[in-house]
């Protein structure tokens, strides 16, 4: 998936796998921030990732089976649920 600028707008977007989804079929993370902004356990410790979403410091978050899929969710989420 490329995206340009129009995509994002003016939203920073950091991509992990989903360290509460099994290995054999992982589960994909989008964050509307930088990766600083996040706790760095957060991207491989399920409890920490939980945790850390309910803080919701960095809201949105989305996540989908596909890196693409996990982004594609959360440009809805950015966008109200309305497709661009």
């Known amino acids: ?3 340009g600028e129009k995509d994002l707008g003016i ?3 950091t991509i992990f796998r989903d360290p509460c989804s099994a290995s054999e079929r992982p589960r994909w993370v989008a964050v509307a921030c930088e990766p600083t902004q996040l706790p760095r356990e957060a991207a491989n410790s399920c409890l ?3 945790y850390w979403r309910k803080q919701l410091h960095c809201p949105p978050v989305a996540e989908g089976e ?7 969710n959360l440009l809805a989420a950015l966008n109200g649920g309305r497709e661009g």
Do not use: G, I
């Open 48 to 50: 920490v990732l939980q």
């Open 11 to 13: 939203w920073p977007v």
């Open 1 to 3: 998936m490329v995206l």
């Open 66 to 72: 596909t890196p693409d899929a996990a982004l594609a």
